[in-house]
């Protein structure tokens, strides 16, 4: 069956707030609800590459993608769990940016390599993990996304930076890169419950963001930094863990607003003016 697929940026220009957590354990939850993931680490880190049980090739990324070295179905890798795919990443990724800002269409490179992929339909989701910086990569990324998911960190300042990622949003829409972008939603992760302060900032991104914020909350637990060292999604690591089942209900939630949102945009079927009885009324032969 052909799949529709939504492209989704996970980003945050501020730097370890959870968007490769997020887009490795929301891969693995969304594959456990049985859609089919395509993970695409932007970041020359690459910790969504190893995060998912993957080792750093070379050659083997986005990059000689971008400069047309290489063929999106030559670095498109399976990885050790059902229906997650991933294009990994390499350190020449940092090297890209300079290569790609050359370019004239550098602001629709990665929109037009992922064209192939959308046309293949094997994929309901593209889950792209963005680098900490607002270059060129997180900028193309996000021309290409239909939808961006920020994940914020439980901690003072957590909001700051926001307006960089909006002011972008609206860039793009008044250029023309990207008109039907959306802010998804915002994701809190890092939660401590032992802290007042985390309950206040998350009460103070709800009072801003209101409906904007998912109801998951992910807590903080050591697990979930266990789980990278072992190649694993903290949901397959520990499935049981309070993280994991943070992550599956967050996993439902992202797909059910999703999936209103599209039918929302969906044209209504027209309503019949004079609806058909049902029945035939006969005349009644009672005395
Ligand atoms: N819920 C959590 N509980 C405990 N540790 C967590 C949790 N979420 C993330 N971490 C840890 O916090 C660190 C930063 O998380 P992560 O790498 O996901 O952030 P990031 O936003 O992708 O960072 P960067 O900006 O460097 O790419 C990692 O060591 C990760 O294992
Ligand atoms: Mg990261």
Redesign the pocket.
């Known amino acids: 069956m052909e799949r529709k697929t939504r492209i989704i940026a996970i980003a945050?220009q501020?730097?370890?707030?959870?968007?490769?957590?997020?887009?490795?354990n929301l891969a693995a939850s969304l594959s456990l609800l049985k859609k089919t993931v395509l993970v695409i680490d932007l970041?020359p880190?690459a910790?969504?590459t190893s995060g998912l049980g993957l080792q750093r090739q070379q050659g083997v990324s986005l990059y000689p993608i971008l400069t047309g070295a290489a063929d999106i179905a030559d670095v498109i890798q399976p990885t050790p769990y059902e229906n997650i795919n991933i294009i990994p990443s390499e350190l020449d990724l940092a090297g890209a940016e300079i290569e790609i800002a050359r370019q004239p269409n550098h602001l629709t490179v990665i929109h037009d390599v992922l064209d192939r992929v959308l046309q293949a339909g094997v994929f309901d989701y593209i889950l792209m993990?963005?680098?900490?910086s607002l270059g060129i990569l997180m900028t193309a990324s996000l021309a290409a996304a239909d939808g961006i998911v920020v994940?914020m960190q439980c901690e003072y300042y957590a909001m700051e930076g926001l307006s960089v990622i909006t002011e972008l949003i609206n860039k793009l829409h008044d250029n023309g890169a990207n008109p039907n972008l959306k802010l998804e939603g915002i994701l809190m992760?890092?939660?401590d419950g032992r802290t007042r302060l985390a309950a206040d900032v998350v009460e103070e991104v709800r009072k801003h963001f209101g409906d904007l914020v998912y109801n998951a909350v992910?807590?903080?637990?050591?697990?979930?930094?266990e789980?990278?060292s072992f190649g694993q999604p903290?949901v397959f690591y520990d499935p049981s863990n309070r993280?994991s089942l943070a992550y599956r209900e967050f996993a439902k939630e992202f797909s059910k607003r999703m999936r209103a949102a599209e039918q929302e945009l969906a044209p209504q079927p027209s309503v019949p003016a004079e609806p058909e009885p049902a029945v035939e009324q006969q005349p009644s032969s009672e005395p």
Request: hydrophobic share 35%; charged share 15%; proline share 11%.
């Open positions: 945050n501020k730097g370890g707030v959870g968007k490769t957590t997020t887009v490795v970041d880190q910790n969504a993990d963005c680098p900490p994940t992760t890092m939660f992910i807590p903080r637990s050591v697990r979930v930094s789980a990278p903290v993280a």
